[in-house]
């Protein structure tokens, strides 16, 4: 039997020494948030810097939320490599406009209100994005640490279960990743601070990411897909 290779998205990498880490763990893309009130936010320049350090094949992915035309152009000329991700409420148009591949974030509640998300209607609306991800509905546009209900919905469905479009993201780690690949079985699983540095009192330190907590997250979503793909 084949064995699916779940990618892997880090997302919120602010420093070099991050980049550098989880480009050497393992990871088939990483994120830069160019929304401004974000705690993780770095300016299309340093977008810039930080994604020129990534080896070949690893993909720079550029997060916005409700940004403006201006910045969408700049960001994308400082990182003309960069794969598109929407997180804000932008429209099918609006999206599409700039011209490039794109992810959409499907911003799903937590808890039981989570069901009431159309997610079949959403993903057909959203037919031009290259991906879909799947994120908790929360203050800030993500990063909370916080899950939807990964039960809520029929995966199985054909325009779910062409697996290829959807990338799980909310509240991932090194601990449940195996737990949602093996609900979702998505393309891909994104992650931002299941993987930062804590304090002593137990907060995250967002936009400062853990390079022993991003190996154990990458150690995680391939021991998932060996267990996944063994025979039954």
């Given at each position: 039997?084949?064995?699916?290779?779940?990618?892997?998205?880090?997302?919120?990498?602010?420093?070099?020494?991050?980049?550098?880490?989880?480009?050497?763990?393992?990871?088939?893309?990483?994120?830069?948030?160019?929304?401004?009130?974000?705690?993780?936010?770095?300016?299309?320049?340093?977008?810039?810097?930080?994604?020129?350090?990534?080896?070949?094949?690893?993909?720079?992915?550029?997060?916005?939320?409700?940004?403006?035309?201006?910045?969408?152009?700049?960001?994308?000329?400082?990182?003309?490599?960069?794969?598109?991700?929407?997180?804000?409420?932008?429209?099918?148009?609006?999206?599409?406009?700039?011209?490039?591949?794109?992810?959409?974030?499907?911003?799903?509640?937590?808890?039981?209100?989570?069901?009431?998300?159309?997610?079949?209607?959403y993903v057909a609306e959203?037919?031009?994005?290259?991906?879909?991800?799947?994120?908790?509905?929360?203050?800030?546009?993500?990063?909370?640490?916080?899950?939807?209900?990964?039960?809520?919905?029929?995966?199985?469905?054909?325009?779910?279960?062409?697996?290829?479009?959807?990338?799980?993201?909310?509240?991932?780690?090194?601990?449940?990743?195996?737990e949602g690949i093996g609900?979702?079985?998505?393309?891909?699983?994104?992650?931002?601070?299941?993987?930062?540095?804590?304090?002593?009192?137990?907060?995250?330190?967002?936009?400062?990411?853990?390079?022993?907590?991003?190996?154990?997250?990458?150690?995680?979503?391939?021991?998932?897909?060996?267990?996944?793909?063994?025979?039954?």
């Amino acid at each position: 039997m084949n064995q699916h290779r779940t990618r892997i998205k880090i997302c919120g990498l602010t420093r070099e020494a991050d980049v550098d880490a989880a480009a050497h763990a393992g990871a088939d893309a990483i994120g830069f948030v160019l929304y401004p009130d974000s705690p993780r936010f770095v300016s299309p320049e340093r977008a810039g810097v930080l994604a020129r350090r990534l080896p070949c094949f690893v993909t720079p992915v550029l997060l916005f939320v409700n940004a403006s035309p201006a910045l969408v152009a700049q960001a994308i000329a400082e990182v003309p490599q960069a794969l598109l991700q929407f997180h804000g409420d932008e429209t099918p148009a609006v999206c599409e406009a700039a011209g490039r591949p794109y992810m959409r974030a499907a911003r799903i509640a937590p808890g039981p209100a989570g069901a009431r998300f159309d997610l079949l209607k959403y993903v057909a609306e959203y037919v031009s994005a290259q991906a879909i991800l799947l994120d908790a509905h929360v203050d800030g546009y993500g990063g909370s640490g916080q899950s939807f209900d990964w039960t809520a919905f029929p995966w199985s469905h054909p325009l779910l279960n062409a697996s290829s479009r959807l990338v799980l993201s909310g509240g991932l780690d090194a601990a449940n990743v195996r737990e949602g690949i093996g609900l979702v079985r998505p393309w891909a699983v994104d992650v931002s601070s299941g993987v930062e540095v804590r304090a002593a009192d137990g907060s995250v330190l967002k936009g400062t990411k853990d390079a022993d907590q991003t190996n154990a997250f990458v150690a995680a979503v391939r021991a998932a897909d060996t267990f996944f793909s063994r025979p039954t």
